[in-house]
Nanobody, 125 residues
Framework: QVQLVESGGGLVQAGGSLRVSCVAS????????MAWFRQAPGKEREFVAG????????YYVDSVKGRFTISRDNIKNTLYLQMDTLVPEDTAVYYC??????????????????WGQGTQVTVSS
């Protein structure tokens, strides 16, 4: 069992930056590929970025490439998402997720085993 707790969401103006974090507890954090998803009102949950177990591999959805950076600290058991040049379309609840599968580019929510409760990110125009 893995417990995930996100933090760091908030309100930011368009063009601004925000970093959200996800602290994991339970089993060995480095055993899991991790990802960030987001869900806007009335929309399906969408993959944003994934990172390999070691942190050396990253994968992004096209809409955030060059603006968002995913990273992890396996000593602190923490996953990060640095979001720069935010736009109103980035407004959503952001969730971290863990999978025991190998692939960190897996975009299907059903392939992730554990989820955090989410943190709200709102970008004003």
């Amino acid at each position: 069992q893995v417990q995930l707790v996100e933090s760091g969401g908030g309100l930011v103006q368009a063009g601004g930056s925000l970093r959200v974090s996800c602290v994991a507890s339970g089993r060995t954090f480095s055993s899991y590929a991790m990802a960030w998803f987001r869900q806007a009102p009335g929309k399906e949950r969408e993959f944003v970025a994934g990172v390999s177990r070691s942190g050396t591999g990253e994968y992004y959805v096209d809409s955030v490439k060059g603006r968002f950076t995913i990273s992890r600290d396996n000593i602190k058991n923490t996953l990060y998402l640095q979001m720069d040049t935010l736009v109103p379309e980035d407004t959503a609840v952001y969730y971290c997720a863990a999978t025991s599968r190998t692939y960190y580019s897996d975009t299907l929510p059903s392939n992730y085993d554990w989820w955090g409760q989410g943190t709200q990110v709102t970008v004003s125009s």
